[in-house]
């Protein structure tokens, strides 16, 4: 089709000079995967809060207890199931000794058990997803069949059953128990982020310049999935703690005198009617700590899913 550019009405047209310094403005500064995705979080009231309250509640289980003339570890026999007064806040126990303390100590507990064992699952489940989703194949299915086996079974029978051959309840134990049954969700989130990420021309650039396999997967493929793995990691913390209270509930956590949140609730089971305040106290801050996680686990992912950038 012919234009004849002489028919054109030059009044709907504006001339902008070569000087102009709005050609040179910038809109809007770009943002990298992670600017945007802390933007969008910090968007977030609720899981701001959260994590705020959670950044609290670990300066206070760490400080705390070194704040009161109280230890957790010592009776006094002049102070027997006393109720929450200005000496006592939280009260005493049935041996005299300080509930205040020992509950910020069993959040330390608690929260130290969630941590690390996120970290076991996170080292564990990722090289173990990564190896599995990268090299595919025979490789892939025998190692997604072990996955299978083991997630058919409730992690928390896993745990029993580690706990018992372990034999001593000691914290070190709990480590070991939930870290080496709370990787296999993770396994199979990375091995999924993986297979999809693998044939993208980025990986095919790396091949192609001689990088190794592991240096693919460690540099390339799992930086890029580093988003459904954070969020999976953030969720698994309140999954440990419950299960960590769980386990010392029912006799299976840390040994005396080491007080976690189960522990106290163990403890304080027997005579929740006449003192319900020994009860209260650690089970309000298991479902403080646990509401916390979730709360700010949701926003995360939020944040972190591109399918929610505006």
């Known amino acids: 089709m012919d234009l004849n550019l002489k028919n054109i009405d030059k009044e709907l047209f504006e001339y902008i000079p070569s000087d102009n310094k709005d050609l040179n403005t910038v809109v809007r500064p770009s943002e990298t995967y992670w600017q945007d995705a802390w933007r969008r979080l910090k968007e977030n009231k609720v899981a701001t809060f959260s994590l705020f309250a959670l950044i609290l509640l670990i300066l206070i289980s760490i400080i705390g207890p070194y704040l009161s003339k109280f230890d957790y570890r010592t009776n006094d026999i002049n102070s027997l199931n006393l109720s929450p007064n200005s000496e006592h806040w939280f009260g005493t126990d049935e041996l005299g000794r300080d509930l205040y303390v020992r509950v910020l100590y069993g959040m330390r507990i608690s929260l130290s058990v969630g941590i690390v064992s996120a970290l076991i699952n996170f080292v564990i489940g990722v090289i173990y997803g990564g190896i599995s989703g990268y090299y595919g194949g ?74 190794k396999n592991f240096r693919i997967i460690l540099r390339h493929l799992i930086p890029n999935s580093m988003g459904p793995i954070i969020v999976t990691l953030m969720m698994s913390i309140p999954s440990a703690i419950f299960t960590e209270a769980f386990l010392s509930f029912i006799g299976l956590g840390v040994s005396a005198p080491m007080a976690s949140l189960g522990v106290l609730c163990n403890d304080a089971i027997t005579t929740y009617r006449t003192y319900p305040y020994q009860l209260f106290f650690p089970s309000l801050a298991i479902c403080i700590i646990m509401l916390a996680f979730n709360l700010f686990g949701d926003g995360l992912r939020d944040a972190l899913d591109p399918k929610m950038r505006k």
């Open 138 to 211: 025979n490789i892939d299915n025998i190692m997604m069949r072990f996955v299978d086996v083991l997630y058919s079974v409730p992690t928390v029978l896993y745990v029993i059953l580690l706990m018992v051959v372990l034999g001593e309840a000691s914290l070190s134990n709990i480590f070991i128990a939930l870290g080496i049954s709370y990787w296999v969700g993770m396994a199979r989130i990375v091995r999924g982020q993986v297979l999809a990420l693998k044939q993208q021309e980025f990986v095919l650039a790396a091949r192609a310049l001689g990088a």
